[in-house]
């Protein structure tokens, strides 16, 4: 690689983005600090071979505030979003596609940084990126960095679907709820938590796999991963999608108490936070403590909890219930009830 000058060596410039020397040399070194999880061939399109008759596909845009954080950034963030997004569906992610706009004066350090937390998740969640651009804007016209992935997996059983939700299905959680929130809001305004309460993101498509194999087939009659809109939203979705009633425990959603802690402190309910790395299960009722020790017997099982079960009715409603058997209806949050982290 030529000798570049220090602006050039330190920040990303305007010029890295016209095609011509300055970013082939950009695309250089983004493929170097990728390494093995990198297997473009610098082509127009990759040419893959997935052994299947039926792929999953997703993509997914990824902008973090603040970039960095105690377990991770946006790179870490932007491979487990991707792949967890096709774990869900039952899907075996293999390829990730990676995009990235990058405003000019962003510096090379950071994003070194960030592309070696991309190649470390997708080490770990065991996917290659086959492709991928890059584009420079001016100062002003990004917030640093953007991020596309898109993913491509193999299906090699049925697909989990949301209309396959039933009746009589336990509802599932993964994971301590709220989190990754209330981490990154403490890293961006400086409250004091982030030591105490760190982000659950993670790569699910390993404890996924593992579950899927243990069990027969329909045990699972769907899963989501609990991201933006938190697990309120997560169950809405399914309350319309099955058309049945959720219904769920306070008292048994995995929380931390210096989770709840801060969230009290700043007014809001972190069943409306986003995760990273929690899951939430729809089970056949008979196969639900199976599955609840599957769950703990994995990393990021351990704060596994059976908090609710869905019902039949003519209307499709979502419930929490309080420790002393008062119900009430939760309404789908309307807006964000926080500033936007992701």
Do not use: W
Request: with cysteine.
């Amino acid at each position: 690689m030529s000798e570049r000058s220090g602006s050039e060596q330190d920040f990303v410039v305007l010029d890295h983005g016209t095609g011509a020397k300055l970013s082939r040399e950009l695309v250089e070194r983004i493929a170097e600090a990728l390494g093995d999880v990198y297997i473009g061939q610098m082509e127009d399109s990759a040419l893959l071979d997935v052994g299947a008759g039926r792929i999953a596909v997703t993509t997914d845009s990824f902008v973090v505030t603040p970039l960095f954080f105690g377990s991770g950034d946006i790179g870490k963030v932007s491979v487990c979003g991707t792949v967890n997004d096709l774990a869900v569906s039952g899907a075996r992610p293999l390829y990730l596609t990676l995009g990235l706009i990058l405003e000019a004066g962003f510096p090379m350090k950071s994003l070194l940084r960030i592309l070696a937390s991309i190649r470390a998740a997708a080490l770990e969640a065991n996917v290659k990126i086959v492709a991928g651009d890059t584009k420079v804007v001016r100062q002003g016209e990004a917030d640093q960095i953007f991020i596309n992935t898109t993913g491509v997996g193999v299906l090699e059983r049925s697909p989990l679907r949301a209309q396959a939700v039933r009746p009589g299905n336990k509802i599932i959680i993964s994971g301590n709820i709220g989190n990754h929130s209330i981490h990154l809001l403490s890293v961006r305004e400086g409250l004091g938590f982030e030591r105490r309460v760190e982000s659950d993101c993670a790569p699910l498509n390993g404890m996924i796999d593992m579950l899927l194999k243990s069990l027969p087939e329909g045990t699972i009659s769907c899963m989501r991963d609990v991201t933006r809109g938190g697990l309120c939203a997560v169950l809405h979705e399914f309350a319309r999608a099955s058309g049945h009633t959720l219904q769920f425990h306070k008292e048994r959603v995995p929380v931390t108490p210096e989770a709840v802690m801060a969230a009290d402190m700043l007014g809001i309910e972190l069943i409306h936070l986003a995760n990273e790395g929690c899951l939430c299960l729809f089970v056949d009722e008979a196969h639900a403590e199976q599955v609840l020790g599957l769950l703990r017997e994995h990393p990021y099982g351990r704060n596994a909890a059976i908090i609710g079960e869905v019902t039949a009715t003519p209307e499709p409603r979502v419930y929490m219930v309080a420790p002393d058997g008062t119900r009430t209806m939760l309404e789908e949050l309307y807006g964000a009830e926080l500033p936007r982290l992701c």
